[in-house]
DNA sequence: TCGACTACCTACCGTCCGGTAGGTAGTCGA
DNA sequence: TCGACTACCTACCGGACGGTAGGTAGTCGA
């Protein structure tokens, strides 16, 4: 009784399983985290038998891995495009800029980002050698940032701009365990960030 | 051939088993979050047989659930304590105070904390009403603070209460990720924190 | 001394995990 | 038309999971 679903050899899409695969990881890494995603839960969203993700990936860390890597790699694009793009604002602007492109990419875009940061603030899997670069590549970002600010003196003299960029990081990740579209706006909610980091009144710009 | 150790049937504390448990159930909950730590761990490191713990603890879910409750009012207590011996203080002191304290919660003391925080920041394991309510009163205490320092316009005016408390709980829990105690020092993160929140040439004192 | 009780133990349960072996239907270039 | 190839399938593996059944030493009050 159980329809067996249209089987059709090579199925709709050529070759987009892979992309099919790592969107329903991404969406169940999101919300359950490295242990709590079962290769068996995937396999089911995407409407195959597990054992034929082992036709796409060799393992569970590799799948996990693409999806961290794709996160990451989206959420830095993103920012670095908002940075590019603010390239003639003042410091406070582009701060600004790149506070909403980051919480865009982590709840505005699909589950990639959320699901990276889930997995690999958890400490839970292994973390492969790829996926440290390209983190610490997208903090580089942020670092630069920052030090550009300071740079300008549109942050406090005397803080620690390491203090500061963590400090930063951290509570922007942790928006994913409290912001719910309905009740937050990300253009608010960035202008909120960037005047605790840059006050007004700081800065060339005064 | 291997050692069965010391068996003395009340062992050697009395009761103390059940604390014995929570310790180390915390530690490993710390550094594995709840999917990850397994009942077997948690007995091999207390000493004893894994179906010895159901002697003590009636599920997995109530050992972790003893635990989380310990580190949600071991922090309120403290962050509590250090309000109080602080009541006579200027806001800001009053926010440094409560922000040191909430970080050697974290990082100062038991595993409690730490672990509480890793459980329910990923949302992973079931989460009974009890840690939700103690979770609750906790916030409260936050929220408290927060209109303090408004009503004492020790914070820029504009700024969302509710977006500052959630920022800087974010970014203070997000510490466990990078916090290393050789290379911070909880008294001047805490001023580092502080000075984002409530910055100088703000409020009654200027 | 003897029953109740405490704090453990060994042995086992069904279930689910990631991963493997080997087969099959459809596609496509030669 | 026919072999190679792709994309899936069924069936199974050993092992780890949380949890249960039932037993056994030691302690202690009556």
């Given at each position: 009784m159980t329809a067996p679903a249209i089987r059709s050899?090579?199925?709709?899409?050529?070759?987009g399983s892979r992309r099919l695969i790592l969107d329903m990881a991404a969406r169940l890494l999101r919300s359950g985290g490295y242990h709590q995603t079962t290769l068996r839960e995937i396999a089911e969203a995407v409407g195959?038998?597990?054992?034929?993700?082992y036709h796409h990936f060799a393992s569970k860390e590799e799948i996990v891995e693409a999806v961290v890597t794709d996160g990451v790699r989206f959420v830095h694009e993103a920012v670095a495009a908002a940075l590019e793009a603010a390239v003639q604002a003042g410091p406070r602007q582009r701060l600004e800029a790149a506070v909403a492109a980051h919480l865009s990419a982590l709840h505005g875009h699909g589950d990639y980002t959320s699901a990276a940061i889930k997995v690999f603030t958890f400490g839970s899997g292994p973390t492969p050698q790829g996926v440290r670069l390209s983190r610490r590549l997208y903090e580089d970002v942020w670092r630069g940032l920052v030090a550009e600010l300071q740079q300008a003196g549109a942050i406090a003299p005397g803080r620690s701009p390491e203090a500061l960029r963590l400090f930063l990081l951290g509570a922007m990740n942790g928006s994913i365990d409290w912001y719910r579209p309905e009740r937050f706006d990300i253009g608010v909610l960035s202008r909120e960030f960037a005047a605790l980091v840059a006050p007004d009144g700081q800065g060339i710009a005064s």
């Open positions: 050899g090579r199925a709709v899409s050529e070759g195959i038998r597990k054992a034929s993700l």
